[in-house]
C-alpha cells in the first residue's frame, strides 16, 4: 500500500479503499464515514480484496427493505383518508359547535378629550338675576372607533375557532386556517377593519370559509380589557 494514501473503511459495505490523506482527513473522518484501518487489519486483509476504483455507491443512502406487505400499507393509506372530513360535514360541524359570537378582549387607547377652543361660538343663558351669562358651545361629538393595543388578527381568530373544535375527536379533524378567515370590509377602514386585523372595539361580522361550501357566518365582538389585567 502507498505511503500516499491513508486506507479508509467504507462504514455501510465494509469495504477497504486508499483515498487521498487530506479528503480523509477533512471530510470522512470528521463525519465520522470511514475509519483509518489499523496495522492489524491489514494484515489480516487480503490484498486482493482491496478496492482500487472509486465506490461510486458510497455516501448514497441505501433503500431500506419492505418492513410491511403492501396490504398493510394500502390498509393505513385508506385509514387516512377516510378520516378526512368532507366539506359539507365540516360545514355542518362549524355551523354546530362555533358559537354566533366570539369574543376577545383589548386594551383601549386612552384617547383625552378636546379642549374647548377660544374661538368657538358661545352663547348666553339667564341666571337666577336675570342677567345674561354667556356659556361656551361643546363641540359636537363626531362618533369614533375606540383602538385598542395590538389587534385581533385572523389568525387570532382561526386559532380560537380551532380551540373551540379540539374539544371533541371529529370536530378536531376540521382542516382551519388563517387563509379561511375573511373579515367583512364593507365598512370603513377607520372603524378599525382591514383585510387581515380587526384594530378598535366593537362588533364586526366574519366568513369561516369552507371550500365546496357556503360560508359560515359568524361575528367578532372585542370588548375592553382594565389595562391592569394581565
Same mark, same amino acid.
Given at each position: 500500500m502507498s505511503a500516499?494514501?491513508?486506507?479508509?473503511?467504507?462504514?455501510?459495505?465494509?469495504?477497504? %479503499?486508499?483515498? +487521498?490523506?487530506?479528503?480523509?482527513?477533512?471530510?470522512?473522518?470528521?463525519?465520522? !464515514?470511514?475509519?483509518?484501518?489499523? $496495522?492489524? $487489519?491489514?494484515?489480516t486483509t487480503n490484498q486482493k480484496d482491496l478496492l482500487t476504483e472509486r465506490d461510486f455507491s458510497f455516501g448514497i443512502p441505501q433503500p431500506q427493505s419492505e418492513s410491511e406487505p403492501p396490504e398493510e400499507r394500502?390498509? !393505513?393509506?385508506?385509514?387516512? $383518508?377516510?378520516?378526512?372530513?368532507?366539506? !359539507?360535514?365540516?360545514?355542518?360541524? %362549524?355551523?354546530? $359547535?362555533?358559537?354566533?359570537?366570539? %369574543?376577545?378582549?383589548?386594551?383601549?387607547? +386612552?384617547? *383625552?378629550?378636546?379642549?374647548?377652543? *377660544?374661538?368657538?361660538?358661545?352663547?348666553?343663558?339667564?341666571n337666577a338675576v336675570g342677567g345674561d351669562v354667556p356659556v361656551r358651545k361643546a363641540p359636537e361629538s363626531v362618533p369614533s372607533a375606540t383602538r385598542i393595543y395590538g389587534s385581533v388578527s385572523i389568525a387570532d381568530i382561526a386559532e380560537s375557532v380551532k380551540a373551540i373544535l379540539a374539544t371533541n375527536e371529529e370536530s378536531a379533524r376540521v382542516v382551519l386556517g388563517p387563509e379561511d378567515i375573511k373579515i367583512d370590509e364593507a365598512e370603513n377602514e377607520d372603524v378599525g377593519i382591514d383585510a387581515h386585523r380587526l384594530k378598535a372595539l366593537g362588533e364586526y361580522q366574519i366568513e369561516i370559509r369552507v371550500k365546496g361550501v357556503d360560508p359560515v357566518q359568524r361575528r367578532v365582538n372585542i370588548r375592553a380589557q382594565d389595562a391592569d389585567i394581565s
Open positions: 500516499s494514501f491513508a486506507v479508509l473503511i467504507v462504514l455501510h459495505s465494509g469495504s477497504i %479503499i486508499p483515498i +487521498a490523506p487530506g479528503r480523509m482527513r477533512n471530510i470522512y473522518y470528521p463525519q465520522r !464515514k470511514a475509519e483509518y484501518v489499523t $496495522q492489524a $487489519q491489514l494484515r394500502a390498509e !393505513k393509506t385508506f385509514e387516512v $383518508q377516510t378520516k378526512l372530513l368532507t366539506p !359539507k360535514r365540516t360545514y355542518e360541524i %362549524i355551523e354546530a $359547535q362555533v358559537p354566533s359570537e366570539l %369574543i376577545f378582549y383589548r386594551v383601549p387607547i +386612552a384617547v *383625552p378629550e378636546p379642549e374647548l377652543a *377660544p374661538s368657538e361660538p358661545v352663547g348666553t343663558s339667564i
